[in-house]
């Protein structure tokens, strides 16, 4: 028996709760449910992260959660309670299969049959954001190489095991070629140690658009957060249905377990919604746990309602379908084929696998970490580079001088166009004059000059040598 955490959730969440846990505990499965209270009337009660910290402990407690979806009041300072699960838990991994239920839910990919895995903790999702200028504001992006290698791992872990044959990579390293760049480097370095699964990298663009057109020449796909949070969305939604959609989110302690698809509140009460994706997050949950045998057997009466045509009202066409049915009576239908298999859509197997059981991440050596120059960040409402140049030679030191300035990341100095449009966030970039590496003290004096001279540093960057390899970005165009 194991004892999981449920969360009951907002809007449709309720109802389609009941209907998944009536479903598996009809399989057979053998849990014990404590439930809590997280979401709206949590936020609305004055607890901005919507969830009270005795539901915490039952949730590290129980390590197993299943949760409906919630609904975060706009505005008010209301953090999302998926984002913070996800990193307080360290539920690194985001894993949804997306496939076609071709001919019963409309597709216009009937050999679809992939899965997406999305790093869950890093990248934009950092939620690190600052206004600079007037002009300007930032987001950082933070890639970790911890990050990297767990997820990508865990992807060929998921492959070999499932039986997939290819594990595909996407980012855009040809941009952001250090942050990008160290996942798809490590990428190349893990997928060495699973020859016998093919694998491959697309720029995230091309790559998305050929997953849009042509699924069926993916298998997995793993992805830094943000891309995995858009392109998992797109590709439930091409399979056939957002609503049909569930995902687990794995950590190396706790795991979580949901519907994709928001609360619907418009929808809430009247019976009508579709608890599919809730339950597909259940299958999951139910491998993770190891009751593997009731999976299967809920997959299979899934896919045989579906294949009956017991529909409700979301994937419901005249033609195809045979019945609409409410929330209760969907349930009461799968619950009515347990036992039973699709005969046309592919039957489900589930014999032999479990939840993935990955080495935890080891830290590597410490690099060789030289300090080569630093990037001045600085708020000037002038529009000549040439102008502002002029300003910081009065910074400049015996032997750290100016040699780039760039604003939104394009070389403005020296050599810059009159045709580029500037605002008032200036990268500016200090370096020995002899190419050699800087002090931090000269870092200080630079400051404490910028200072003296009512130049408004808003920030500063290091630029790092590590292993003899530049670790910073040029100036484009440079």
């Excluded at 949730?59 to 209301?78: C, E």
């Excluded at 060495?192 to 993916?218: L, Q, R, S, V």
């Excluded at 989110?249 to 994706?277: L, T, Y």
């Excluded at 670790?471 to 165009?477: D, E, I, K, P, V």
Aim: proline share 4%; aromatic share 8%; hydrophobic share 40%.
């Amino acid at each position: 028996m194991t004892r999981i955490t449920v969360a009951n959730g907002d809007g449709i969440g309720p109802e389609i709760m009941d209907a998944t846990l009536a479903i598996i505990r009809a399989a057979g499965a053998k849990i014990e449910v404590d439930e809590i209270e997280v979401g709206e009337k949590v936020y609305l009660a004055g607890n901005t992260a919507g969830i009270a910290k005795e539901s915490w402990d039952i949730i590290r407690r129980n390590k197993i959660f299943l949760k409906a979806p919630i609904t975060t009041p706009q505005g008010g300072g209301y953090k999302s309670l998926n984002v913070t699960t996800r990193k307080f838990l360290g539920l690194y991994a985001n894993i949804r299969p997306c496939i076609s239920l071709h001919p019963f839910v409309k597709t216009k990919h009937p050999q679809m049959n992939i899965v997406i895995v999305r790093e869950n903790e890093e990248d934009l999702y950092a939620g690190i954001e600052h206004q600079q200028t007037d002009e300007v504001v930032q987001c950082l992006k933070l890639i970790s190489r911890p990050g990297c290698e767990k997820i990508v791992r865990y992807a060929f872990e998921y492959a070999k095991q499932y039986g997939r044959k290819k594990v595909t990579c996407f980012t855009k390293d040809n941009i952001m070629k250090q942050t990008d760049g160290l996942f798809h480097q490590v990428f190349d370095e893990i997928a060495k140690d699973y020859p016998t699964i093919e694998n491959e990298h697309w720029i995230i663009d091309i790559g998305a658009a050929k997953m849009a057109d042509t699924p069926e020449a993916f298998d997995v796909i793993v992805m830094p957060n943000l891309y995995g949070d858009v392109l998992s969305d797109v590709a439930a939604q091409i399979a056939g249905s957002v609503g049909l959609a569930g995902s687990a989110n794995i950590g190396e302690e706790c795991a979580m377990f949901e519907a994709i698809h928001g609360s619907a509140p418009r929808r809430a009460g009247q019976n009508m919604a579709n608890p599919s994706g809730l339950l597909q997050g259940a299958v999951l949950m139910l491998v993770h746990i190891g009751q593997v045998d009731v999976a299967e057997k809920v997959q299979n009466a899934w896919l045989k309602t579906i294949e009956d045509g017991i529909h409700t009202y979301d994937i419901f066409k005249e033609g195809t379908s045979r019945q609409k049915v409410g929330t209760k009576e969907f349930a009461e239908a799968v619950i009515g084929n347990l036992g039973n298999k699709p005969s046309q859509l592919a039957a489900v197997s589930l014999s032999g696998n479990a939840a993935l059981n990955l080495p935890k991440y080891v830290r590597k050596p410490a690099r060789k970490k030289e300090l080569s120059g630093v990037d001045l960040f600085v708020h000037w409402n002038g529009s000549s580079a040439d102008e502002l140049a002029g300003i910081l030679e009065n910074i400049n030191t015996p032997s750290v001088k100016l040699s780039m300035i760039t604003n939104r990341g394009i070389k403005v100095f020296p050599d810059g166009f009159s045709e580029t449009f500037c605002t008032d966030h200036w990268r500016c970039r200090f370096k020995h004059v002899d190419e050699k590496n800087i002090t931090k003290q000269d870092i200080i004096q630079l400051m404490q000059a910028a200072f003296d001279n009512n130049i408004d540093v808003i920030k500063t960057e290091n630029l790092y040598i590590f292993d003899g390899k530049p670790a910073y970005s040029l100036g484009q165009g440079q």
